[in-house]
């Protein structure tokens, strides 16, 4: 099971995912600080929402196998820059909530996700729990596990850790 990280602002339904991947019922707690779990981080939208205490959330990205940008379908504007990847050093994933707002607008946060560099990106009701299983599914693969040498080959290759070495690279590695 990979360990997931949730950011994103106040109110996105961060706390409301990690009840519906719980088979919980939704309650609403205000998230005061970060909590970690053995498979899920969940942090305070304070921390996607000020500069201040934007890297603490790079610093808790270590802690976690994979990092979810998590937005709701109806969010105004976006908090998150492009290219995230320069300097989290995890995959990172996309999750849109609240699907069922009507005020929803999923092509534009999708576009925002595949700007920040997300990998994936998965459609997510918590209250009627659709597109859960499918998040559920992708948390059970577990990232494949690499050497410590090979992991230092990828990095000279200028690639990720959970990146496979393209075939054609290979054979410049030689
Ligand atoms: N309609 C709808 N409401 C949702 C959904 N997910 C969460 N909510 C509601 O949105 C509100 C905020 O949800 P939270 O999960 O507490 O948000 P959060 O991102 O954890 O917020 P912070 O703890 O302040 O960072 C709650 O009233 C939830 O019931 C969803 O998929 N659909
Ligand atoms: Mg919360």
Redesign the pocket.
Known sequence: MKKLFLM??????????TQALKGEE?R????QYTNTGDDMI?????YAESKCFGAGLACFSFEADVIAV?Q?ADEPYNLFGPSLHTFIQRPIIGII?????PYANVPMIRQWMENAGCERIFE????SREGIDELIAYLKEDLPKISFEEALERQRLGLSEWEAIPEKMNIISL
Do not use: C, F, M, Q
Request: charged fraction near 30%; glycine fraction near 10%.
């Open positions: 994103g602002r106040s109110e996105a339904g961060k706390t409301s995912l939704l609403y707690i205000k998230t969940d942090s305070p939208g304070e998590v709701a909530t609240k699907t069922d707002s997510v009701n918590n209250k």
